[in-house]
């Protein structure tokens, strides 16, 4: 788990790198791989250690702060602006146009 000022740096860095701009995906890596077309970002809220990230078309993710281990604000995969690592070996990438 995060310190609570570790995670107010993730949703600071949330909201500066993906508020107003194109999430291309969002590909999860964990027992069942997937990956998410979202879209333009315009809503990022914070609620009870929850972050839910809001797309123009509806479209939600949640991210339960609890359960982040760590976070990399300049990871070396290839168009990936930000990555997270959380519980149960779950480590989800995130890609900005």
Do not use: H, Q
Request: one cysteine or more.
């Amino acid at each position: 788990m995060i310190t609570l000022s570790s995670k107010i740096e993730f949703v600071k860095a949330l909201r500066e790198k993906f508020l107003g701009n194109n999430l291309k995906c969002i590909e999860i890596l964990a027992v069942v791989e997937c990956t998410i077309d979202f879209g333009a970002v315009v809503n990022i809220d914070v609620t009870d250690d929850k972050v839910s990230v809001w797309s123009e078309e509806g479209n939600v993710f949640w991210i339960n702060l609890d359960d982040v281990i760590g976070v990399n604000y300049s990871p070396i995969e290839e168009d990936v602006c930000l990555s997270l690592e959380a519980k149960n070996d779950v480590k989800v990438l995130f890609y900005v146009d």
